[in-house]
């Protein structure tokens, strides 16, 4: 089966982390990958998001119009991307800083909040692994062993130390993801 995911958020969420460890886990577990980046000048603050596909078969092109799963972190986001959710797809997003939550009934609609407990919990820096681990949650792509892998490997290694703080964050975060009934 092939998922094909868009992150979308504010440049600093570590959304396009996220892709790219999302990536390297797909890649670890031997699957097709496909991880497509796109973010404006504005490295912090500016509007980033990532495509990533993951499945069993050959990717023909990394560019697509409609997504399995939307993670949602910004208002700006939500506009853009609710509507290219396929019928029946997932949308997750973190309630901080949503002013309109989404308004689809048909698909299925899950929310975060991760902002909140990462900055309740202080753990700030691993708000995009509480978000992760939501995701794994209710669509097990890959394993955390391998999102641990990918971790690892995107972080330089004097950072190193936090992938214990990283694991419990991707375990929080799949208690913290809730079902939205519309």
């Not at 797909?26 to 998001?49: C, D, H, M």
């Not at 995701?135 to 995107?154: F, N, Q, T």
């Amino acid at each position: 089966m092939q998922h094909e995911i868009i992150i979308a958020g504010f440049g600093g969420q570590g959304v396009l982390s996220m892709g790219k460890i999302l990536a390297y886990a797909g890649l670890i577990e031997g699957k097709e990958v496909a991880w497509f980046p796109s973010y404006g000048p504005e490295q912090r603050g500016g509007t980033a998001n990532v495509t990533v596909i993951i499945g069993e078969e050959r990717i023909s092109s990394p560019i697509l119009n409609e997504f399995d799963i939307a993670i949602i972190l910004n208002q700006p986001s939500l506009e853009k991307f609710e509507p290219t959710v396929k019928i029946g797809g997932t949308l997750i997003y973190d309630g901080y800083g949503i002013q309109q939550a989404p308004v689809r009934n048909d698909i299925h609609i899950y929310e975060i909040d991760a902002m909140n407990t990462a900055n309740d919990e202080g753990i700030s820096k691993a708000f995009n692994m509480l978000v992760l681990g939501g995701l794994l949650k209710i669509a097990p792509i890959v394993s955390i062993e391998s999102i641990l892998s990918g971790l690892k490997k995107s972080l330089p290694e004097r950072h190193h130390k936090f992938l214990p703080m990283n694991e419990q964050a991707i375990k929080r975060g799949m208690s913290l993801v809730k079902k939205i009934t519309n």
